[in-house]
């Protein structure tokens, strides 16, 4: 009965977790986002020029060849710089135009972040990963293990340089044993849930 409510417990708390103004349909929207997240394909930006409405996108993504489009300017590179880069760099292009613009740049969504879990896991897939996601987390959000899931045996590939390995063992982690197999997850890992 004590395992029963400790794993319930750990469950409802990785579930539960959301981050103000996060949408778990598409990305992840965050009120605060650190000064040096570095912007990236496929992350949702909004750009304002102050007293300039028809300068200013509500909402706009990083395509895939990393630029933007804004009015009268056209494209502008932004996959690989900071909001405070990219408000640059899109105040210098407006300065042409605009006397003394005011820019600024606010990211909606992180997308460009991302893990994958495989296996058995009832729902597979790519995740993303706009915030700090423990194995355990991510196994939550995807629906748990699968009955015939080898929960002992679960494997993290991460491709950082050469290819490090991690084992996760959920029986364990689910007891409150082993906790640091329960690492930080990073853009690119891999988790492979095993059946049994």
Do not use: H
Request: some cysteine; hydrophobic content about 40%; glycine content about 8%.
């Amino acid at each position: 009965m004590k395992l029963l409510r400790i794993t319930l417990l750990l469950l409802l708390m990785t579930c539960s977790v959301a981050l103000p103004g996060q949408n778990s349909d598409s990305g992840n929207e965050f009120s605060e986002i650190p000064e040096d997240f570095v912007i990236g394909l496929e992350d949702t930006l909004a750009v304002s020029v102050w007293r300039e409405p028809e300068l200013s996108v509500k909402e706009v993504m990083v395509r895939p060849d990393g630029k933007i489009s804004l009015p009268l300017i056209g494209d502008v590179v932004a996959s690989g710089l900071t909001t405070k880069q990219l408000q640059e760099s899109v105040t210098e292009k407006y300065t042409e135009y605009v006397s003394n613009p005011t820019v600024s740049v606010v990211i909606l969504r992180i997308a460009s972040l991302t893990v994958t879990v495989q296996g058995q896991v009832a729902k597979p897939g790519v995740y993303y990963l706009g915030s700090p996601m423990t194995v355990l987390e991510l196994l939550a959000r995807a629906g748990g293990l699968r009955e015939y899931a080898d929960e002992k045996d679960i494997a993290i590939i991460r491709k950082e340089g050469k290819k490090k390995f991690f084992r996760f063992n959920y029986k364990d982690v689910s007891k409150g044993k082993n906790l640091q197999q329960n690492i930080t997850l990073q853009n690119g890992d891999i988790i492979i849930v095993p059946g049994g």
